[in-house]
């Protein structure tokens, strides 16, 4: 298993963090999780298409999480050569209603020669291709979802939340946690800062932590972070 960090950054513009975003590839499989800003972009700059996903996963529909999956979409018709090969989209709970609002606005992104599945996940695993993806429900929107994707090793990916005894279950012994904090110090509503997600690991135990989502507060930080914490940088690459 590898994850690409696309994004580490918020709704916030900035120039040296992209919205939230990570690409896990499991052999020749490709997941894609949250579709921000200009992710279709960083793709290109490291080396992919749309065509090399196999699945998005869409942690809630905030604008900075969803605001290229049209444009995703729209690729997959009109590239240099049209997509044939089956894509599945999951989401949280009001997926279904969402995409169609969606298609509606831009029609052009239903699909015109490849099959689309769009699916929400629920409390029961969804399997394929000897992977296992389990979601459960966040503190933030109605909709939010953390992620944990086990095949052989296992990652899992908060989205957006504050303290949530649900994601301590999703990723107790998990190998990596990939989780918003999006400030070190600052309470913010449906947010994670330092003290907030301490209390979720010191639940789940997980073997590594890296802090995503980060807004500009962490600019500023002059604490020091330790084992398991590492902070997250656009480009980074982590293999298990």
Excluded at 196 to 223: M, Q, T
Aim: aromatic residues 10%; contains cysteine.
């Amino acid at each position: 298993m590898n994850i690409k960090i696309l994004g580490t950054g918020t709704s916030i513009p900035s120039l040296k963090r992209l919205s939230s975003s990570y690409l896990v590839t499991i052999g020749d499989y490709r997941i894609l999780i949250d579709a921000g800003p200009s992710v279709v972009r960083r793709l290109l700059e490291f080396g992919y298409t749309v065509e090399d996903i196999d699945l998005i996963i869409i942690t809630h529909f905030h604008v900075d999480h969803t605001a290229d999956l049209s444009t995703f979409l729209f690729a997959c018709n009109y590239g240099i050569k049209p997509r044939q090969k089956p894509l599945t989209i999951i989401g949280g709970p009001g997926f279904r209603r969402f995409f169609k609002g969606l298609s509606k606005i831009y029609p052009w992104i239903m699909p015109n020669y490849y099959e689309l599945c769009i699916k929400v996940m629920s409390m029961h695993p969804f399997e394929l291709n000897d992977i296992t993806i389990t979601a459960r429900s966040v503190n933030h929107n109605r909709e939010s979802i953390a992620v944990r994707i086990d095949a052989g090793k296992s990652v899992v990916f908060s989205g957006d939340t504050s303290y949530s005894k649900r994601l301590i279950e999703l990723a107790k012994g998990v190998d990596l946690m990939i989780t918003e904090c999006s400030f070190p110090e600052r309470k913010v509503k449906g947010h994670l800062n330092l003290a907030n997600l301490a209390r979720i690991i010191e639940g789940a135990r997980p073997k590594r932590v890296i802090l995503s989502h980060l807004y500009p507060d962490w600019d500023d930080f002059k604490g020091v972070l330790h084992e398991p914490y590492l902070l997250a940088e656009d480009g980074m690459e982590i293999g298990l």
